[in-house]
């Protein structure tokens, strides 16, 4: 999805230069302005998508591991006893996609795991998983 946004507006933004250059400037100058800004949209996609692989996740049997990050890692171990409540989310773009992210919530104020960028049906089954973990641990305590 963010490959898809960043593509469309590099796009949209070299046709417009592009026209406006042209009209104003010439064909050389509008051509290679036009260029340059789908080259910064090839760079920009390239790092989108670094950042895209970055996201993951795996279950284990007491816990779930999300990892993140780039030039920072940041690796999260949530407790499936400690997750209060589990929500699936997906704004206007992602449900034009397919898309929903899973929020895991829980007693820490800092607590901010989430798992962008899954298909909706994979997100509920996620969603419903987790929230059977929670309560079979819960209910061993």
């Known amino acids: 999805m963010r490959r898809l946004e960043v593509g469309v507006v590099a796009l949209l933004l070299a046709v417009g ?12 100058y509008g051509a290679a302005t036009s260029a340059a800004v789908l080259a910064l949209g090839a760079v920009g996609e390239v790092f989108v998508a670094r950042r ?3 996201w993951g996740y795996a ?12 030039a920072f890692f940041r690796l999260s171990v949530i407790p499936y006893g400690r997750m ?7 704004g206007p773009v992602e449900r034009a996609f397919g898309l929903a992210t899973v929020r895991m919530h829980t007693a ?3 607590s901010d795991a989430r798992i962008p960028g899954l298909a909706a049906a994979e997100a509920a089954r996620l969603r419903d998983r987790l929230a059977a973990r929670g309560e079979a641990q819960a209910a061993g305590l």
């Open 52 to 54: 895209v692989r970055a």
């Open 17 to 28: 230069l592009f026209v406006l250059l042209l009209a104003g400037v010439g064909l050389a």
């Open 59 to 70: 279950e284990r049997e007491d816990d779930l591991l999300v990892r993140r990050g780039v």
């Open 108 to 110: 820490a104020a800092a």
């Open 84 to 90: 209060q409540f589990i929500d699936v989310t997906a």
